[in-house]
């Protein structure tokens, strides 16, 4: 009889101990899919952030690309005439 106690208060004492253990790892569990959520939310509004960048990106590209561009480039910066202009020098006195 006083093995037969003693079984019974072994196993309460490893099921209470099995439990606490069991309820830890899912505190755990659960930090970690908080965090995981978090990370992944930071992550989503970082590639909105980037697709953004990407489509002026490529419309920065196509407007350079662009020969009207070209031409006002070739004139502001590099001194050149467009096409079909003639280019003409004032006098000197």
């Known amino acids: 009889m006083d093995s037969r106690v003693k079984v019974i ?4 004492v ?4 099995l ?3 069991l309820a830890i790892s899912l505190i755990i569990n659960l930090i970690k899919l908080a965090n995981t959520s978090t990370t992944e939310a930071k992550l989503k509004a970082q590639l909105l952030e ?6 002026q990106n490529d419309e920065t ?15 502001e910066h ?4 467009g096409r079909n202009e003639e ?6 006195k």
Do not use: G, H, P, Q
């Not at 590209?61 to 004139?75: C, H, M, N, P, Q």
């Open 14 to 17: 490893s099921a209470v101990i």
């Open 50 to 55: 980037l697709d953004k960048r990407i489509e």
């Open 87 to 92: 280019a003409f020098t004032a006098k000197e």
């Open 78 to 81: 590099l001194n050149m005439k």
């Open 19 to 21: 439990i606490f253990l």
């Open 61 to 75: 590209i196509a407007e350079l690309e662009s020969t009207e561009w070209l031409d006002k480039y070739a004139r």
């Open 9 to 12: 208060k072994i196993l309460t």
